[in-house]
């Protein structure tokens, strides 16, 4: 009998467990689990997850670039209400760009070009009272769209492949009750009509693919299931699509593509083509047709579109050896009293939230899922600040309503303690690192009271120490996240309405980097210098990012805007916690953030 090692040219690895990291191409393709008795290997899967939902629903959009890299634009929320708006996609959340010139939909939903390099051509600029299209051509580079040549067939729903400089356009609708299979191609600065015709003069093809190797799927009416191939010069008749159906939403090459969704009506199926046949595979979680779709057959974007009803929701494709989870925020727990401008410290699964507004000393424990009130603090106060884990924290400073406080308490998991005195009284600052080494930065003063203060003090376990290091941007209202040598502040009140300016701290002088997104006062954070996540705040909002340790990212929002708000700042970016704060009255409700989840799969193989 022929060995594994004949065939591949290497042996089986001899694991005690299935490994969690997956390349491959290394020799863990295949595995034995000598705890479990069993041969396994890596198994391909097909899944879609939630992505970001953008700002303006609306279907007939195009898109460019990546999953991880998008941009999604023009489209309509109705048929009578067609859009300019762009909307750039990071991975996690979206965010609003310049607008287009030309408001129109039913432009060719598949990707041409990148985030910064992109193309948009053609489409409908009016439905009702009458029908109008357009070839109209505006090109993306990255900062505002700009008019070029026009299309030489003005045409609606149509289909479409390439990149920014070298594209395709074949059939689609040309008036009311006219269709075409014309084809012209685009060499970044005019149109040229080529002799070939795709042999489906209709609406509603679907198509990815590039400008001299494309697929064209699809189409109504009357609604087929035909599918030709173009190889720079001619269409070519290829294997029917499984079902008939337009609108469909593609993305990938010539011979490596996946199609999904359309209306017959609002379909669920995904496809997978080879460069010769289509293969069913993970159905969409929930039916929608005339999307924007962009991507690769292993890792691909549709957004918008009707599922049934124009929606702005994105939803992610990836076919390897990983299924993932999207990031969100979920409910937890509910604190027992709401407060705002409470401490926070902790972690997502361990946490402590100690006084607040109205002024109180009480003290409440989570254990991941319910909030337990415990010991008090022996100095009732407001806007207060602390660091530190579930059964070793410290906590200074804050609002005795009235007057602000100097007084430090440490807690040790079931009491507090009174500790040595700030130098500098001080409210709602920034503190980071653990209970034995300690900075708080900024706040409030006492003299006058709120004024924002930019002195910073380290903390030995014991006592306070002024350091020389002061905020190259005094403030209040803010928050830091870190340890005492390597820590972060973003954020704040600078006296007069909000700022988003962040600073670094490494253990003896504070240094300006990018500042956030979406400058605002009274957030909540989590992480670490290098890796931070920041939410909620004034408005009250509901906006999250993402630091890296060079610049801000917009993630999902919270479920409930909030502002005031308390976090265990021990979390991480990938695992936050946000409680109680203010949204028009006094919240009790728990967010729990989990960042995206990749899990490996694999598959048992048979012995024999």
């Known amino acids: 009998m022929t060995t594994y090692n004949e065939i591949a040219g290497r042996r089986?690895?001899?694991?005690?467990?299935?490994?969690?990291?997956?390349?491959?191409?290394?020799?863990?393709?295949?595995?034995?689990?000598?705890?479990?008795?069993?041969?396994?290997?890596?198994?391909?899967?097909?899944?879609?997850?939630?992505?970001?939902?953008?700002?303006?629903?609306?279907?007939?959009?195009?898109?460019?670039?990546?999953?991880?890299?998008?941009?999604?634009?023009?489209?309509?929320?109705?048929?009578?209400?067609?859009?300019?708006?762009?909307?750039?996609?990071?991975?996690?959340?979206?965010?609003?760009?310049?607008?287009?010139?030309?408001?129109?939909?039913r432009i060719v939903?598949?990707?041409?070009?990148?985030?910064?390099?992109?193309?948009?051509?053609?489409?409908?600029?009016?439905?009702?009272?009458?029908?109008?299209?357009?070839?109209?051509?505006?090109?993306?580079?990255?900062?505002?769209?700009?008019?070029?040549?026009?299309?030489?067939?003005?045409?609606?729903?149509?289909?479409?492949?390439?990149?920014?400089?070298?594209?395709?356009?074949f059939s689609g609708r040309i008036s009311g009750p006219s269709f075409t299979g014309a084809t012209e191609s685009w060499n970044g600065s005019a149109w040229t009509t080529l002799p070939a015709t795709n042999p489906v003069a209709k609406s509603g093809v679907g198509s990815f693919g590039t400008q001299t190797a494309a697929i064209s799927v699809g189409g109504s009416p009357p609604t087929v299931a035909t599918t030709n191939s173009w190889n720079g010069t001619t269409w070519t008749?290829?294997?029917?699509?499984?079902?008939?159906?337009?609108?469909?939403?593609?993305?990938?090459?010539?011979?490596?593509?996946?199609?999904?969704?359309?209306?017959?009506?609002?379909?669920?199926?995904?496809?997978?083509?080879?460069?010769?046949?289509?293969?069913?595979?993970?159905?969409?979680?929930?039916?929608?047709?005339?999307g924007a779709s962009t991507g690769t057959q292993t890792s691909g974007l549709i957004t918008g579109g009707r599922a049934p009803s124009p929606t702005g929701t994105s939803i992610e494709w990836n076919f390897g050896v990983y299924s993932y989870s999207a990031a969100a925020w979920a409910s937890g727990g509910n604190v027992n009293t709401g407060r705002t401008y409470m401490a926070g410290f902790g972690t997502q699964t361990a946490a402590i939230k100690a006084g607040g507004n109205p002024t109180t000393n009480q003290t409440e424990s989570y254990n991941g899922s319910a909030w337990?009130?415990?010991?008090?603090?022996?100095?009732?106060?407001?806007?207060?600040?602390?660091?530190?884990?579930?059964?070793?924290?410290?906590?200074?400073?804050?609002?005795?309503?009235?007057?602000?406080?100097?007084?430090?308490?440490?807690?040790?998991g079931s009491t507090w303690t009174t500790s040595g005195n700030l130098n500098t009284s001080r409210y709602n600052a920034a503190v980071f690192g653990v209970d034995t080494a300690a900075i708080?930065?900024?706040?409030?003063?006492?003299?006058?009271?709120?004024?924002?203060?930019?002195?910073?003090?380290?903390?030995?376990?014991?006592?306070?120490?002024?350091?020389?290091?002061?905020?190259?941007?005094?403030?209040?209202?803010?928050?830091?996240?870190?340890?005492?040598?390597?820590?972060?502040?973003?954020?704040?009140?600078?006296?007069?309405?909000?700022?988003?300016?962040?600073?670094?701290?490494?253990?003896?002088?504070?240094?300006?980097?990018n500042s956030m997104n979406t400058a605002r006062n009274a957030l909540g954070g989590a992480g670490t210098q290098t890796a931070s996540i920041a939410f909620g705040g004034n408005g009250p909002s509901a906006a999250t990012e993402s630091w890296n340790g060079t610049s801000w990212s917009n993630l999902p929002n919270m479920s409930t805007a909030r502002l005031a708000l308390g976090s265990a700042t021990k979390g991480t970016q990938t695992a936050a916690l946000a409680f109680s704060g203010f949204s028009g009255g006094i919240l009790t409700a728990t967010e729990e953030w989990t960042g995206e989840v990749a899990t490996a799969n694999s598959k048992t193989l048979t012995t024999s």
């Open 372 to 412: 337990t009130n415990v010991n008090n603090l022996n100095t009732a106060r407001s806007d207060f600040q602390a660091c530190g884990t579930q059964t070793a924290g410290v906590g200074a400073g804050g609002y005795l309503s009235p007057g602000v406080s100097n007084a430090t308490e440490k807690y040790n």
């Open 440 to 513: 708080i930065a900024g706040g409030g003063g006492a003299s006058p009271v709120g004024v924002a203060l930019s002195a910073t003090e380290s903390f030995n376990g014991s006592t306070w120490t002024t350091t020389p290091a002061t905020l190259n941007t005094a403030r209040r209202l803010t928050v830091g996240t870190g340890i005492n040598t390597a820590g972060l502040i973003f954020s704040g009140n600078p006296g007069t309405g909000v700022t988003g300016a962040t600073e670094s701290y490494n253990g003896s002088a504070w240094t300006s980097v």
């Open 237 to 290: 008749a290829t294997t029917d699509y499984p079902t008939a159906s337009y609108a469909l939403m593609g993305f990938g090459t010539q011979t490596s593509g996946i199609v999904a969704g359309g209306d017959t009506p609002t379909a669920t199926l995904t496809t997978i083509w080879n460069g010769t046949a289509w293969t069913a595979t993970s159905s969409l979680p929930t039916g929608r047709d005339a």
């Open 12 to 105: 089986v690895n001899f694991l005690s467990s299935d490994p969690t990291y997956v390349d491959t191409n290394s020799d863990g393709q295949v595995w034995y689990n000598s705890s479990t008795a069993t041969l396994k290997s890596w198994l391909p899967t097909g899944t879609w997850s939630s992505g970001g939902t953008m700002g303006t629903a609306r279907y007939g959009l195009g898109g460019a670039g990546t999953q991880t890299a998008a941009l999604a634009f023009a489209g309509g929320a109705t048929y009578t209400s067609l859009s300019t708006s762009t909307e750039s996609y990071n991975g996690i959340a979206w965010t609003a760009l310049n607008s287009m010139g030309t408001a129109r939909y």
């Open 109 to 169: 939903s598949t990707g041409i070009g990148t985030q910064t390099a992109a193309l948009a051509f053609g489409g409908n600029t009016q439905v009702s009272p009458s029908f109008i299209v357009t070839g109209i051509t505006e090109s993306w580079n990255g900062t505002s769209w700009s008019p070029v040549a026009s299309m030489n067939t003005t045409r609606t729903s149509f289909g479409g492949a390439g990149i920014q400089t070298a594209a395709l356009a």
